[in-house]
């Protein structure tokens, strides 16, 4: 209803320009309902928006992978079907290596479930690196049985991986494939045969299963939600682009390699072994074969401080190697287009959790100025891709928990989403951490340097994104006149320059003055809506309309400038597409004033006023239930009106001279 825009307390806002020409222009803001959130954007504002866009075009990429992936994973359901091995038994012997580190609660049932796999040519080499005086007194026990040779280390050079290189050195010579698992695991016993059957074909070098994080998934909330983000993580993440043929990771543990190629590329002694081999793994021309059927029971994090422990320290290695190993994967030979691609997204998604805050804080930010921010197209594309990712999660945490059986652990599925919101300044952290972390100091300048020019070439870019990505005639000038205040004020008046959208926020928060309107109620005829859409353009008003009586109080009343209204008259302006008035000056007249009829208005539609002086430059954007005062003579136009459907709506009064 029209009588939105000027019922109750209207407030008069005066636009005071950066540089003046006497007092040739005027704008005031008229707020309904109290409502004082039709500030313009900073720049940083504006930043924190188009990266928000990007990184929710991200999540929607995000979620397009894991429907295709919950489709095939679905479609291809995989089954526990044991194979025997083709393989001479005599031949194939495996080792168990087990890197163990204060585990006084889990070694004894670690040790109890892998002495009674049914496979009968294999050993444990236990690698303890314990210093609570516990663990290493129960291994010691366990080192007079015939399958179990234990090594104690003095200090934890090289955490897990340098724990795993020591394990090497004590392998039996028979040994054919190694298979590795953390303490906190408990693998069924035919485990071991169902993974050696999986190298019956000659071209598979390592397996990877599946980390079923479940032996006490009830016991908290955070174990709940664990429970259902490493399902989402193995039955459809890994299953999914398995089945598709993408980029496969190994996870740490519960996974078989072979033997003679594990000694020849050894683990780095990085916090990420796992995922350095991985990316080794693949530059030697090797692939990793996924297979969630082999899994082994473990536990899963029932604190938030292991938890976030946990995650951080995956965070920081995960992007570390990344960072390093990019270059090498991307111009690797042995890896297709589509696994490069998919190694992008593994690679990348704990960086880009650190979108995420940015992502977070413009959804705040536009929650608390929800008319100023929710009309800009950059956030209302940003809020459908949004809304099309967010079913992404839920419907693949279902699969994966359907696929496993676990139709009674639906309800846990909150819990993981939670959780994942609880962690993301902890990944997010981490992974810069890991991304800036063992650089040069030169090569960081540079990095930093580079960074400054790409974040000033965008910022500059994007500033007239709020009257349309398409360039506007005003756009040369205005990047030239920014350019041209940098070199005579330096480069720090950059962050101060005094752009068009600072005006209306700066002018109302240091000039809002009350007015109390005449008429309050009542004040809009029901009938003027037909009537505005079915005058013709530049259509006259009867001057007594109550409309028209309302502006008239209004600017009689006005506190900045004395206006006769007694000589006053009225049109309508109803512009459609391609319709724009050029240069003029309002000759004859000592006022033209414009009051401005659509309540939303997109810049991208165009329309805007633009004035011209001997001392100032500039532009009015559209804004709903505004006027603007124009004191001849003064040069100004409105561009074209770029949208087909909406037309711009104003009333223009005239005061003759």
Not at 414 to 432: D, E, H, Q, R, S
Request: aromatic share 16%; glycine share 6%.
């Amino acid at each position: 209803m029209w009588e939105d825009f000027l019922l109750c307390c209207t407030f008069f806002v005066q636009l005071n320009f950066p540089k003046t020409d006497g007092d040739h222009v005027y704008s005031w803001i008229f707020y309904y309902f109290g409502a004082k959130e039709r500030s313009q954007p900073l720049i940083l504002v504006e930043f924190i928006f188009f990266v928000s866009f990007l990184e929710s075009f991200i999540l929607f990429l995000y979620a397009i992978r894991w429907y295709i992936f919950s489709f095939f994973s679905l479609k291809s359901k995989s089954e526990c079907r044991f194979e025997s091995p083709k393989n001479n038994p005599v031949s194939s012997f495996v080792s168990v290596l087990l890197p163990v580190y204060n585990e006084q609660f889990v070694v004894d049932r670690l040790l109890k479930a892998c002495t009674s796999f049914n496979f009968s040519h294999y050993e444990i080499v236990v690698v303890d690196d314990s210093n609570d005086g516990v663990t290493n007194k129960k291994l010691d026990v366990w080192n007079d049985h015939p399958k179990v040779k234990v090594v104690h280390r003095s200090s934890r050079k090289g955490w897990k991986g340098g724990a795993l290189n020591v394990g090497l050195n004590y392998l039996d010579s028979r040994s054919t494939h190694v298979l590795v698992f953390d303490a906190d695991f408990v693998p069924p016993e035919d485990l071991v045969s169902r993974f050696v059957s999986k190298f019956n074909d000659e071209n598979v070098s390592v397996v990877q299963g599946y980390q079923k994080h479940d032996l006490n998934a009830d016991e908290n909330w955070i174990t709940k939600g664990v429970r259902v983000w490493t399902s989402l993580y193995n039955m459809v993440e890994l299953n999914g682009g398995q089945k598709l043929g993408l980029f496969s990771p190994l996870t740490g543990c519960v996974f078989m390699i072979r033997t003679d190629l594990l000694k020849k590329l050894k683990f780095e002694e990085v916090t990420d072994e796992d995922w350095n081999l991985t990316m080794r793994l693949y530059e030697n021309g090797y692939k990793i074969l996924y297979d969630p059927t082999l899994f082994a029971s473990g536990e899963c994090p029932s604190t938030l401080r292991r938890f976030f422990k946990q995650q951080a320290r995956w965070a920081e290695g995960h992007t570390r190697t990344f960072r390093n190993h990019f270059f090498k994967i991307w111009r690797c030979n042995f890896l297709n287009l589509k696994e490069k691609v998919d190694f992008v997204f593994i690679g990348s998604s704990f960086l880009n959790v650190t979108l995420v805050t940015l992502l977070a804080l413009a959804g705040l930010i536009t929650a608390v100025f929800p008319s100023v921010y929710m009309p800009l197209p950059i956030v209302q594309i940003s809020l459908v891709f949004l809304l099309a990712s967010i079913p992404a999660g839920i419907s693949s945490s279902i699969v994966a928990l359907h696929l496993e059986g676990a139709e009674k652990d639906y309800r846990k599925i909150g819990y993981a989403w939670l959780l994942n919101l609880v962690a993301t300044p902890v990944i997010a952290f981490a992974a810069l951490k890991g991304l800036f972390s063992s650089i040069k100091k030169s090569s960081l300048i540079l990095c930093l340097s580079l960074g400054l020019i790409i974040f000033l070439s965008v910022a500059v870019r994007i500033l007239p994104y709020n009257w349309g990505y398409q360039l506007s005639e005003f756009d040369p000038y205005f990047h030239y006149d920014v350019a041209e205040h940098i070199v005579e004020n330096g480069f720090s008046s950059y962050f101060d320059y005094y752009t068009y959208k600072q005006l209306h926020y700066d002018a109302f928060k240091s000039k809002a003055i009350k007015l109390e309107p005449v008429t309050k109620n009542n004040f809009w005829e029901p009938g003027l809506i037909r009537d505005f859409k079915n005058c013709p353009d530049s259509s006259f008003l009867n001057s007594n309309h109550p409309i028209l009586e309302k502006l008239k109080n209004i600017l009689s009343e006005n506190p900045y400038i004395k206006i006769d209204c007694s000589k006053i008259f009225y049109q309508i302006h109803s512009m459609r597409n391609n319709a724009g008035i050029n240069w003029h000056t309002d000759e004859g007249y000592e006022y033209g004033i414009t009051y401005y009829i659509n309540r939303r208005w997109n810049h991208q539609f165009g329309g805007e006023f633009l004035f011209s002086g001997e001392s100032c430059n500039g532009f009015i954007p559209v804004v709903g239930n505004s006027l603007v005062i124009v004191k001849s003579p003064f040069h100004h136009k409105v561009t074209p009106v770029l949208n087909s459907i909406v037309p711009r709506k104003t009333i223009q009064m005239f005061i003759p001279e």
